[in-house]
């Protein structure tokens, strides 16, 4: 008799420590279990130097673009690149792929400062191309799943005049995607970012280093 009463005490226990558990994830856990935040890809572009410096006719400066490994934009291509002040842009192709180009035809060349945010459905690494060499020459694809690590990607100047004292053109540029949280699960966070700067003698293609930081995602309470 005692052995079954406690059969039922224990018995009693569990259902209640089930329901309990129930109840918690209800209430805490089932909201963030079912939510859903879609990855975001941010490109923050400062690149300060130009202002004082003369235009010849037409000046133009240009930047990578974040894509994957494929070289497929992730962000600008579903929506127009943001106008700053004093210039034109928009995706250009060049010799060493898609760059983003802007063009003044100002007497004098502004600074440019341009915030550039938007939700995305890819789940890939990502960084900024073009990518012109990484460590041990890896390909891009096994470069990009790496954790860290530091490559060369490439910048224009064109339409200068050159200044007679030398100045510096500072390139900061911080691209940051993915985040997204799918079922108490977040995914990676890719960032890559370019911090140089260039003498403003230069004119052409300019070699410029670039850092990979992949943040690694899992379960988000």
Known sequence: MDGNNTRKTVLNLLIAFVILAVV???LFLGPAFVSTTMPNDSYMIEITGLSGL???GTATVMIP???NAEGELVIFESSSVRQP???RTAIRE????KMLAFTTTE???PDIFVSSSEFETKEEPRLLVPVLATPDNASVAEFARISSGTYTTVVFLDGFVPPENATSISFDLRYQ???GVKHLIKENVWTAT???AVPSTKSGFVPVSAGYHVAAGGIYL
Request: charged share 5%; glycine share 20%.
């Open 24 to 26: 918690v994830f209800l």
């Open 54 to 56: 003369a235009v010849n």
């Open 65 to 67: 673009v974040p894509a």
């Open 85 to 87: 002040a004093g210039w």
């Open 94 to 97: 060049t010799q060493y792929g």
């Open 107 to 109: 007497d004098y060349a």
């Open 177 to 179: 995607g993915g985040g």
């Open 194 to 196: 370019v911090n140089t």
